[in-house]
């Protein structure tokens, strides 16, 4: 059993997109959503540097862009179950048929600018906690002021609050943990501060018409599945302001069988989790379109 899986904001790179663009059909693709979205997505994926993708508002329509055309590259696949991790959502949505892929790319454009608007008002940020045990590392945080808003397993939780919060955590690490990495990106998201974000959010999901799950989707608010479209956009607004629990989305995953996880394109943090805590479960990353050949043999495979 297969799941195809996006990762979320703080995956994207300088030039990224260059080489997919070169697919056939793929710049047009990605110019037709630009031109819907009102964001140029390929002179952010190719041209733009590590600061300007930085930008919520543009990383997260970049991300999801991203991941559909990735998916789009391996042909017609049938997952037995498709996940994401925060804007990943969005993506994993459109994988399951819930939103058509330019609606998807409407709502997070709507998502972004929101959020950025949101990370505004305070200065915050975020940074991962490597090693130690989550409890401990719980406890810890939320003395500091902090919010744990991505509990990804695998040993690592990601911490969100201002900088004067994530300083004192820099300078007073939980018990256990052997490394503090600040992330690239440009808000606490998932947590409080992100609240004025979740009307606008709703707003937009309002106007949209969802279609119940095609394949199994898996929520990252409490890693349960989700069986009609309009619960699934639920959760995406909500989630907002909520913590990841990526942790429980990778329990899921060995409940349901699976057997080999996929990662959309910018690949490489989910299927990094997944090689510690999914202990022979084959993974694999769509980084560039070389990858395409082995993820098709995966496919052909588990799916």
């Known amino acids: 059993m297969l799941v195809l899986v996006a990762p979320g904001q703080g995956a994207q790179t300088p030039g990224f997109l260059t080489e997919w663009l070169d697919l056939p059909g793929a710049a047009d693709r990605v110019a037709a959503w630009s031109d819907a979205i009102g964001l140029d997505l390929v002179h952010y994926g190719t041209k733009a540097d590590a600061d300007e993708i930085r930008d919520t508002a543009v990383a997260q329509p970049l991300l999801v862009a991203a991941g559909l055309l990735s998916a789009t590259a391996l042909g017609d696949i049938t ?7 925060s804007v990943g959502e969005i993506t994993a949505a459109a994988f399951a048929g819930v939103l058509e892929d330019t609606a998807a790319l409407s709502l997070v454009r709507k998502r972004g600018l929101a959020m950025a608007d949101a990370a505004a008002i305070t200065e915050t940020g975020m940074a991962a906690l490597l090693g130690g045990d989550p409890e401990v590392t719980v406890e810890h945080l939320e003395k500091l002021g902090l919010t744990p808003a991505n509990i990804n397993g695998a040993g690592q939780v990601v911490a969100a609050g201002t900088k004067e919060q994530l300083a004192a955590l820099e300078a007073d690490k939980p018990e256990g943990v052997r490394k503090v990495v600040v992330l690239k990106v440009a808000g606490a998201f998932h947590t409080r501060h992100m609240a004025p974000a979740v009307d606008t959010l709703a707003q937009a999901a309002a106007g949209l018409t969802p279609g119940d799950p095609k394949v199994t989707y898996v929520s990252n608010k409490d890693g349960r599945t989700v069986a009609t479209g309009a619960e ?3 959760r995406l607004v909500g989630q907002v ?9 990778m329990e899921t995953f060995k409940e349901l069988g699976v057997t080999a996880l996929l990662e959309v394109c910018p690949g490489g ?4 989790l997944a090689k510690r805590a999914l202990p022979g479960v084959k993974t694999l990353a769509l980084k560039t379109p070389a990858d395409l050949d082995a993820a098709r043999a995966l496919v052909s495979e588990h799916a």
């Open 241 to 249: 302001a909520n913590p990841v629990r990526w942790d429980l989305c």
């Open 269 to 272: 943090t989910l299927t990094g």
């Open 79 to 85: 997952p037995g179950a498709v996940a994401g991790h």
């Open 232 to 234: 699934v956009l639920e």
